[in-house]
């Protein structure tokens, strides 16, 4: 029995001291890992070329057809510069209609105005008549009959001048509205020409003419004229370690030749999921990336929408 329990305690002092080993050895190497972490200095990242400013995608305020079209994919273009034009007759036609209400609104307001002040004439030649009356009456040379109906006229003629200018009033309203309308479809037929919004380049054209165009859609995109960036995807392990000011080699994919250069102008604050390029074999669902915008400063030009690959510099930041 002694020689049992001494076996026993042999064996769990071994235990211990192989656990106590192992613990050391796992921290020894999570701190390795870390070190190697922090003291990179350089990190690879995919990213895809855009427009500074964003590309564009181009759609109509209204819904109708196409007319001519004016622009054709890779065309470059100037602000202001007529990209499509769409069938103008409707909002024409609305146009003409409103002009002729105004036209014919502003001749009754003239008419009314002419109306109003003859009756304004005529109301102080009544006025007179009723003080006349008054003082023959008051002599007895003028019956009350006579007095009577002088100011039935009077007041007759003055709710006749109150009419007239409320009806001026409504008139007046009337043409300020058809002057709104007006102004709205003037509007309206402005938008029927689709403009280029500044200078730069339509990357594709879908809009034909003859076709109907929906207002909301899209039927182009649009790189706005301006510098290039690349918009790339850093993994969470190496998120911190980007800083702004970093140099950028640019690169294809598995080459070690660059083909541009750049420095980062942009980190986001926060880790999201992969968008870029989640559909690449073996990414993890679970994984984080910091989206890092790299503004390209030199090299060859680069094509809109090219996947190539950023080899951001880094400083030590190891501690």
Do not use: H, W
């Amino acid at each position: 029995m002694k020689k049992l329990s001494t076996i026993l305690f042999l064996s769990c002092f071994a235990a211990i001291l192989t656990s106590c080993g192992g613990e050391k050895k796992e921290a020894a190497t999570t701190k390795a890992d870390t070190t190697a972490i922090t003291n990179v200095n350089e990190v690879l990242a995919l990213g895809r070329v855009e427009p500074e400013s964003k590309i564009i995608a181009l759609a109509s305020e209204v819904t109708g057809i196409v007319t001519q079209v004016f622009k054709s994919e890779g065309d470059s273009v100037l602000a202001g510069e007529a990209i499509i034009s769409i069938n103008p007759s409707v909002k024409q036609a609305e146009l003409a209609l409103a002009q002729s209400k105004i036209g014919t609104k502003q001749a009754q307001i003239q008419v009314d105005i002419a109306a109003l002040e003859k009756a304004k004439t005529e109301i102080k030649n009544l006025q007179l008549n009723v003080e006349r009356s008054k003082r023959l009456v008051a002599k007895g040379a003028e019956t009350k009959q006579t007095l009577d109906d002088a100011e039935t006229k009077l007041s007759t003629q003055q709710e006749e001048i109150a009419r007239l200018q409320k009806t001026i009033i409504v008139s007046q309203n009337s043409v300020n509205e058809l002057n709104k309308e007006i102004a709205l479809r003037n509007s309206e037929l402005s938008r029927l020409t689709i403009k280029a919004p500044s200078n730069g380049v339509l990357l594709n054209m879908e809009a034909q003419a003859g076709e109907s165009i929906t207002a909301g859609n899209s039927f182009a995109d649009f790189a706005p004229k301006g510098a290039l960036v690349m918009v790339c995807e850093v993994d969470e392990l190496f998120a911190d370690n980007v800083k702004l000011g970093n140099k950028v080699n640019i690169r294809n994919q598995g080459s070690i030749i660059t083909i541009a250069g750049g420095e980062v102008i942009y980190t986001a604050p926060y880790l999201k999921k992969k968008s870029l390029f989640s559909d690449a074999v073996g990414d993890s669902e679970d994984r984080r990336v910091r989206e890092v915008k790299v503004k390209i400063t030199s090299g060859k030009p680069l094509l809109i929408n090219s996947r190539l690959e950023a080899a951001i510099q880094l400083t030590n930041t190891a501690q």
